[in-house]
């Protein structure tokens, strides 16, 4: 009887998928699934595994490792040591699914290794992601930024060889390929440095990354068809709002979106990732609009052109008002549909909560420098909390994600509550939830903002004080109890010690100098 293609009189196979090579039929090749096994209905096992002996690189030396899982993105056919599969095998079952958190596992644990298969420069950077995930598994005592374990050798020595398989592409003629492989690369890079403490340098690739972007932009087909992968596209969007949210004035990596044009876009979405990128994009705008408030204050000379600058920009605050509430009621309809049952109360959708609650109350503040209004929002306060808390308890953090995530998650909504929520109860119990979350997600560390909320805690509360020799005596009666913004930098290492340089922002309508600020380096507890 005959089977499906040359059934078992097929030539034989040598490079196929193992479900083609036991069933003795010619294999497509396609990856990661062969098209043969799908439009069968079969399940596509993956192509073989090939390993080389440590140091040798010639063919007969090859032999076959015990297969890694059935899973068919697990497995792969381009060579590698038995140390290398390890690293590869060590961030396909752990690491990937840390990385990609509640919104991205298509990125970290289908298009990298997906892209590994043929590509040098990616498949060097998971080897290094993989080693240096190591690191922090295997309870090593000193940090990634300095340590020289096994583990942090060989990651460097991968991230080197993958910067050296990208200079070498990036050589060739550019094509939509190597645009996109240029891309995963810098984002491995990100990763890595973020990882290793290394912020700054991290910073430097993000903004490079977003040239990059911008360039393949511009440079488009006259089709209009762009080169760049939408996903990544948002990626860099991301990492673009998180570096300006430490004080980073990159370039954009997309074209500038027309949110207060009279005909803004609506946030229109019906997934978990549009309701991400849709959230991100209005808090883009509460970011800019705050910036240009404060722009506003520093720079109006009289109470007249003070009220003439915020009277536009109210415009532009009620516009983000109202895509918060159009996000909000999309998002409840998206939560809504069967299909999504699942996603209701999961990790991705506390997440969105809070993000959006914390949103909602940086734009509704915006044009308040005292931040008086801050009081009218204390249920949302307390509802970031309670959620955060749901996040933090149901879904626990274990092993590797404990030390670190790629993506914003509950720290950032819960610092800025103990910053900006003055009722004690619900700062102290934020203060608290801080500690259970990752150690570092992309620029936040939780051990330095933990430092600065308790302080800010003490200064405003008035447990403790700065160092009146220090101020002026006549300034120093009149320092007002409330910051209207507290403005950290990276930290940084001095005398085997962490440091944190802070400033914090005060205002005072009844001063002619309005805005004054105050400086301390912090002292951080590991």
């Not at 490792?65 to 040591?81: I, K, V, Y």
């Not at 977003?210 to 948002?234: D, F, H, Y």
């Not at 309670?386 to 590797?400: C, H, I, S």
């Not at 005072?508 to 100098?513: F, G, K, M, R, S």
């Amino acid at each position: 009887m005959a089977t499906d293609g040359q059934g078992r009189h097929g030539a034989k196979t040598r490079t196929g998928c193992l479900t083609c090579k036991r069933r003795r039929v010619k294999c497509g090749l396609e990856r990661p699934s062969c098209a043969r096994c799908v439009r069968a209905g079969r399940t596509c096992e993956g192509y073989q595994l090939s390993l080389v002996q440590e140091g040798l690189a010639l063919p007969s030396k090859a032999t076959t490792p015990p297969r890694l899982s059935s899973s068919s993105f697990l497995l792969s056919a381009f060579r590698a040591t038995q140390s290398e599969w390890q690293a590869y095998r060590f961030y396909s079952h752990r690491v990937a699914s840390i990385l990609g958190g509640a919104f991205d596992t298509e990125l970290w644990q289908k298009q990298m290794l997906q892209v590994a298969d043929t590509e040098p420069t990616v498949r060097n950077g998971i080897f290094a992601i993989g080693n240096l995930f190591k690191h922090g598994h295997n309870g090593a005592s000193d940090h990634a930024s300095n340590c020289i374990c096994t583990h942090c050798r060989q990651a460097l020595r991968y991230y080197n060889k993958s910067i050296l398989a990208l200079s070498h592409s990036l050589q060739e003629p550019c094509t939509s390929q190597a645009a996109h492989v240029a891309l995963l690369s810098c984002i491995i890079f990100i990763c890595l440095e973020f990882y290793r403490m290394n912020d700054s340098t991290g910073i430097s690739l993000v903004s490079k990354g977003c040239s990059m972007v911008a360039e393949a932009m511009q440079n488009q087909p006259a089709s209009g068809r762009t080169w760049i992968n939408p996903r990544l596209l948002k990626v860099f969007d991301r990492l673009w709002l998180l570096s300006s949210m430490f004080g980073y004035h990159l370039p954009k990596p997309s074209p500038n979106r027309s949110l207060l044009s009279p005909s803004a876009r609506v946030p229109d979405f019906n997934n978990i990732e549009g309701a991400r990128d849709s959230l991100h994009e209005i808090l883009e705008l509460v970011q800019d609009l705050r910036l240009r408030v404060y722009q506003a204050h520093w720079n109006s000379s009289s109470p007249e052109d003070l009220s003439m600058a915020t009277a536009s920009l109210q415009r532009e605050q009620q516009i983000a008002l109202v895509l918060l509430e159009t996000w909000q009621r999309n998002l409840e309809i998206v939560v809504a549909q069967q299909a999504m049952g699942s996603f209701q109360r999961s990790l991705a959708h506390l997440i969105l909560r809070v993000h959006y609650l914390i949103t909602k109350i940086r734009a509704s503040a915006s044009l308040d420098p005292s931040e008086i209004s801050h009081k009218d929002h204390l249920d949302d306060f307390n509802e970031i909390v309670v959620t955060a808390e749901e996040g933090l308890t149901r879904f626990p953090l274990k092993d590797e994600a404990a030390s670190f995530s790629f993506e914003m998650s509950f720290l950032a909504p819960l610092y800025l509550t103990v910053l900006k929520c003055r009722e004690p109860t619900i700062r102290r119990k934020a203060l608290e939830l801080m500690r259970l979350t990752g150690a570092k997600e992309g620029l936040w560390h939780r051990s330095e903002v933990l430092c600065i909320a308790a302080r800010v805690m003490e200064l405003e509360e008035g447990i403790t004080a700065f160092d009146l020799e220090e101020v002026l005596p006549e300034a120093a009666n009149r320092w007002p109890t409330l910051f209207y913004d507290v403005l950290a930098g990276l930290n940084y290492r001095k005398a085997g010690k962490t440091h944190v340089d802070v400033v914090y922002l005060t205002y005072d309508a009844t001063c002619l100098q309005r805005f004054r600020g105050r400086g301390e380096t912090l002292v951080v507890e590991e």
